[in-house]
């Protein structure tokens, strides 16, 4: 059953991040992330790229697990939108090789699960 987001929350986080360049959920428009969370594009998802993100907001954490990925074996979580409850991507929990250390409290965020939005405002 998925999360609902209700409309207090929403409208704290929307008012939160208003006129900042964003990163929303493909499928329902929920805000995840802030662009400035950005670390690195150059990360591979299950479903093709991926961005690092040092933060999300209005994600369901799903159930820890071991998985092996191109780096190697890491403790992480799915994560699923609050809004409609569509896989993004995974929380890094542990990484087991001290090279990896750093991903550890982030997240990895699928590209084609998000749509980027600017906030530009056009003159009129």
């Known amino acids: 059953m998925a999360a609902a987001v209700t409309t207090d929350s929403q409208s704290q986080v929307i008012s939160t991040f208003q006129g ?3 990163f929303s959920c493909s499928q329902c428009a929920v805000v995840v992330a802030l662009q400035d969370e950005l670390i690195s594009k150059a990360f591979s998802g299950r479903d093709g790229r991926g961005y ?5 907001v209005n994600l369901r ?4 697990e071991d998985r092996p990925l191109l780096t ?8 699923y939108c609050l809004g409609c409850n569509d896989r993004l991507g995974w929380y890094y929990h542990k990484a087991s090789d001290q ?3 750093y991903k550890e409290g982030k997240y990895l965020l699928e590209r084609e699960k998000l749509v ?8 009129e």
């Not at 690092?52 to 999300?56: D, F, I």
């Not at 190697?72 to 994560?79: M, N, R, S």
Request: charged fraction near 30%; avoid cysteine; aromatic fraction near 4%.
């Open 116 to 123: 980027k939005e600017n906030g530009w405002k056009l003159d």
């Open 99 to 101: 090279s990896q250390k």
């Open 72 to 79: 190697g074996v890491h403790t992480v979580a799915d994560v």
């Open 61 to 64: 954490m799903g159930k820890r």
């Open 20 to 22: 900042r360049p964003i």
């Open 52 to 56: 690092l993100m040092h933060s999300a």
